[in-house]
């Protein structure tokens, strides 16, 4: 449980994160700076996977479709900040991602087809719609340009992790979840890299030039949002089960929204804040239908989208 919530925290955090830097850094530097402390991180398991013969190239291959749909998502993902749109509503708007991922698992694997002849399905995703709905528009001042176009951002870094959920599971069917990660996040890196070196201010230097506990702020933003988020997460669905650790995570966006309100000032109105309940509810609908079918996948299976033999079986000797 205690890893749970760490991930809970290091997800919930990452939104914040982004929004210190934002006074300090231009949003490509602080991409740039995260996405390679991340990868610096994970590239000696990278290193043991090669030495161990673990990372054929089709593992290369693979990750390649998951890794471009991650890049562009994290680019949207933090233009929204820079945009004047702040972490709470961020983070109650993003949840909108669980309806890309569904549409596209529909067209692409005939086993979640079977979901679209049950009602309670399509009314949790007109919940989920209508929730993030309200958190834009149940506001008090009006967004302004800069932020109309963090609502679109958001938007479309919604349908970007989507297709990433997607596209991994499509693709990284026949690797392990940490390889299949460590990976993604060096192409993703590299990915990010590119813009910072091309686009940023100094082409990413001016990180150079923070004060030590803001580069201190920076590493632990690389570390809990990124690197070990994610290690986290499938240590929690091993050892407490997907429905669980799914559930839980489900908190994200209050914790973000209340943290948010405590260092930033951010101010939700009552509105907003029913209407991201009521997406959250949603999402809790669709994981609800879903569970039966998750309780049956390991870990792994969930992340890379295959079938598996129950956690139970598989792991019957590990006690």
Request: hydrophobic share 55%.
């Amino acid at each position: 449980m205690a890893l749970l919530f760490l991930t809970l925290a290091g997800w919930s955090s990452s939104p914040l994160f982004l929004k210190y830097f934002v006074s300090s850094i231009d949003v490509w530097t602080s991409n740039g700076w995260r996405y390679a402390i991340s990868a610096l991180i994970w590239l000696p398991a990278v290193i043991v996977a090669l030495r161990n013969r673990e990372t054929p190239s089709a593992l290369w291959r693979a990750a390649l479709w998951p890794s471009v749909f991650n890049v562009a998502g994290q680019i949207c993902f933090a233009w929204v900040l820079y945009l004047n749109i702040d972490p709470g509503l961020m983070a109650f708007l993003l949840r909108l991602h669980i309806v890309f991922a569904t549409t596209g698992a529909f067209l692409l694997f005939p086993d979640e087809r079977r979901l679209m002849g049950e009602p309670a399905y399509w009314v949790g995703m007109l919940i989920v719609v209508a929730g993030v709905v309200g958190t834009i528009f149940l506001r008090h001042e009006p967004l302004g340009r800069a932020g109309e176009w963090g609502i679109a951002a958001g938007l479309v870094a919604g349908a970007l992790f989507g297709c990433y959920a997607v596209a991994v599971r499509r693709c990284m069917s026949s690797f392990s979840s940490v390889t299949s990660f460590a990976v993604i996040s060096l192409y993703s890196a590299i990915g990010l890299l590119v813009p910072m070196l091309l686009l940023a201010r100094g082409g990413g230097v001016e990180a150079l030039r923070l004060l030590p506990f803001e580069m201190v702020m920076l590493f632990v933003s690389a570390l809990a949002g990124i690197a070990l988020g994610h290690v986290f997460y499938y240590a929690s669905m091993a050892r407490l089960g997907v429905a669980v650790a799914s559930g839980v995570l489900l908190l994200q966006p209050f914790v973000t929204a209340c943290a948010s309100a405590l260092i930033y000032g951010e101010r939700l109105t009552a509105a907003q804040w029913v209407s991201g309940a009521v997406s959250v509810l949603g999402a809790a609908l669709l994981l609800r239908i879903q569970a039966p079918r998750l309780s049956n996948r390991d870990p792994d299976a969930l992340h890379c989208g295959r079938l598996a033999e129950p956690v139970r079986e598989r792991h019957a000797d590990v006690r």
